[in-house]
T-cell receptor, first 114, second 113 residues
Framework: DTGVSQDPRHKITKRGQNVTFRCDPISEHNRLYWYRQTLGQGPEFLTYFQNEAQLEKSRLLSDRFSAERPKGSFSTLEIQRTEQGDSAMYLC????????????FGPGTRLTVL | QKEVEQNSGPLSVPEGAIASLNCTYSDRGSQSFFWYRQYSGKSPELIMSIYSNGDKEDGRFTAQLNKASQYVSLLIRDSQPSDSATYLCAVLAGGTSYGKLTFGQGTILTVHP
């Protein structure tokens, strides 16, 4: 059973640039989540999808952030006009609805904004 | 008040001892509770889930849930140096926010030989 995968694993960018991250969930999972984690804190919820529908977005997700899951499989998270405060680990998780919604995390993408 | 709070760390225990990690939550509608382990620089790894009041054991790990007190704990028996990590308590929201995990800030556990 292949786990959740994320790409890239590391991204260094300059302030003001746009970045895009990709997440591939566990194949039979229909729910996909994005979280952000900064040093010394637990992950914070950003958004989640059930199939291709985006069901909830956190207030943390400013207008510079957008997430898509066009065919209900992989998802992308784009950050436009990056700021130094966007530096964090971006985590993707997936689960199967109908059960206990146990979420399994991918390895994360570490973003550094210079 | 934070939605999910964990006992402040870091926690240091000798090898072979029992490590006790505690967590309280504020949303009484929460139904599912999880413990994740996170090694430095890595992503969270699920180690236990619990949904009903009482104890749930899995190997050296025991999760305890008391919904009336809004309290979840994790006991690690016969602690090993490889258990040294940050432990994250996570609570699955109920109602319209179903699907959203809320995490505590984590407790750093160090098991010394």
């Amino acid at each position: 059973d292949t786990g959740v995968s994320q790409d890239p694993r590391h991204k260094i960018t300059k302030r003001g640039q746009n970045v895009t991250f990709r997440c591939d969930p566990i194949s039979e999972h229909n729910r996909l989540y994005w979280y952000r984690q900064t040093l010394g804190q637990g992950p914070e919820f950003l958004t989640y999808f059930q199939n291709e529908a985006q069901l909830e977005k956190s207030r943390l997700l400013s207008d510079r952030f957008s997430a898509e899951r066009p065919k209900g499989s992989f998802s992308t998270l784009e950050i436009q006009r990056t700021e130094q405060g966007d530096s964090a680990m971006y985590l993707c998780a997936s689960s199967q609805s109908g059960g206990r919604d146990t979420q399994y995390f991918g390895p994360g993408t570490r973003l550094t904004v210079l | 008040q934070k939605e999910v709070e964990q006992n402040s760390g870091p926690l240091s225990v000798p090898e072979g001892a029992i490590a006790s990690l505690n967590c309280t939550y504020s949303d009484r509608g929460s139904q599912s509770f999880f413990w994740y382990r996170q090694y430095s620089g890595k992503s969270p790894e699920l180690i236990m889930s619990i949904y009903s009041n009482g104890d749930k054991e899995d190997g050296r790990f025991t999760a305890q849930l008391n919904k009336a007190s809004q309290y979840v704990s994790l006991l690690i028996r016969d602690s090993q140096p490889s258990d040294s990590a940050t432990y994250l308590c996570a609570v699955l929201a109920g109602g319209t926010s179903y699907g959203k995990l809320t995490f505590g800030q984590g407790t750093i556990l160090t098991v010394h030989p």
